[in-house]
């Protein structure tokens, strides 16, 4: 079992800044992309942002230049820098991570319990 437990939402002015944070603890060999994802209230949940254990990012067109995603391999955390937040990203930010067990079964995809971010004046 490997589990991912995020923090750092909020309440947010418009124009204002949050981090979030994502550890992931348990049985891991290697962690190869870990991700944020969103969900606004009656929208379907979407990638924000990924990184891989190589380093290579890709974020949601809505994001790039505001948003920045890095990780921690030693500590098998990911982070996620939002800057310039607008009202529409307001949603539940959801962490993702797949990658290879140290046990049985080998493989994993594992999600967090998702965090509220709303951005209002």
């Known amino acids: 079992q490997v589990q991912l437990v995020e923090s750092g939402g909020g309440l947010v002015q418009p124009g204002g800044s949050l981090r979030l944070s994502c550890a992931a603890s348990?049985?891991?060999?290697?962690?190869?992309?870990m991700a944020w994802h969103r969900q606004a209230p009656g929208k379907p949940r979407e990638l924000v942002a990924s990184?891989?254990?190589?380093?290579?990012?890709n974020y949601a067109d809505a994001v790039k230049g505001r948003f920045t995603i890095s990780r921690d391999n030693g500590q098998n955390t990911v982070y996620l820098q939002m800057n310039t937040l607008k009202p529409e990203d307001t949603a539940v930010y959801y962490c993702?991570?797949?990658?290879?067990?140290?046990?049985?079964?080998?493989?994993?995809?594992?999600w967090g319990q998702g965090t509220q971010v709303t951005v209002s004046s």
């Open positions: 993702n991570a797949d990658g290879r067990r140290g046990s049985s079964p080998p493989y994993f995809n594992s």
């Open positions: 348990g049985s891991i060999a290697v962690i190869y992309t």
């Open positions: 990184v891989t254990n190589a380093g290579t990012t």
